[in-house]
């Protein structure tokens, strides 16, 4: 079956526009968790969501970060004002319901993000 | 809170030998879970292996394998008959028994150079 997918692959915007980064998870996969990836703090966790459930927003960097998850499937991660401390590569992963004890993440190829 | 240290910025090895890369972590929790992914230049992550902490027995697939020390909060990969393809950045990564809500936590990386 397929994998994570996300879109776009790369984005280029200018400082203070918004970006929306989508994920589309595996088939049957509840749980959905965005990632963010830079050269000076390395793999970072910003939000996961289970099924339609209330995300914890605690990880996210800054309230310019928000994200949603529809139907329990597809996910957007926004970001509003860019800066260009957010350039970075975003990935998302899913999992299989965390209550059957399966914890291993698929990722998506990620989105690189450059602010100029 | 949990941190993974990966004291091996890069590894260097022949094809066909031997190698193994380093992970420590630190945790309170007394059950977890414990994997190793490789990102090649694609940008994939892709899931090489995982542990149970409550398992004593050691992971293994096909190449690759695991020593896990829990007492030691050790989690070495070894990689047996290095091939080309090895060739990626590798990361440790921690999430406790309590599900998903805090993500992943991944170490810093190791590159691993394959020589042919």
């Known amino acids: 079956g397929a994998g994570v997918s996300q879109s776009p692959s790369n984005k280029v915007t200018e400082k203070g526009k918004d970006v929306e980064l989508r994920c589309d998870p595996i088939?049957?996969?509840?749980?959905l968790y965005w990632y963010r990836q830079s050269l000076g703090q390395g793999l970072e966790f910003l939000i996961y969501?289970?099924?339609?459930?209330?995300?914890?927003k605690s990880g996210l960097p800054s309230d310019r970060f928000s994200a949603e998850r529809t139907g329990g499937s597809v996910s957007t991660l926004t970001i509003q004002r860019t800066q260009q401390e957010d350039s970075a590569v975003y990935l998302c992963?899913?999992?299989?319901?965390?209550?059957?004890?399966?914890?291993?993440?698929?990722f998506g190829p990620g989105t690189r993000l450059t602010v100029t | 809170a949990q941190t993974v240290t990966q004291s091996q910025p890069e590894m260097s090895v022949q094809e066909a030998e031997t190698v193994t890369l380093s992970c420590t972590y630190d945790t309170s929790e007394s059950d977890y879970y414990l994997f190793w992914y490789k990102q090649p230049p694609s940008r994939q992550m892709i899931l090489v292996i995982r542990q149970e902490a409550y398992k004593q027995q050691n992971a293994t697939e096909n190449r690759f394998s695991v020593n896990f020390q829990k007492a030691a909060k050790s989690f070495s990969l070894k990689i047996s008959d290095s091939q080309l393809g090895d060739a990626a950045m590798y990361f440790c990564?921690?999430?406790?028994?309590?599900?998903?809500?805090?993500?992943?936590?991944f170490g810093k990386g190791t590159h691993l150079i394959i020589q042919p």
């Open positions: 088939s049957g996969h509840t749980a």
């Open positions: 992963a899913s999992s299989l319901d965390i209550a059957g004890g399966s914890y291993e993440q698929y």
């Open positions: 990564a921690y999430i406790g028994s309590g599900g998903g809500a805090d993500g992943l936590t």
């Open positions: 969501f289970q099924g339609n459930s209330a995300p914890d």
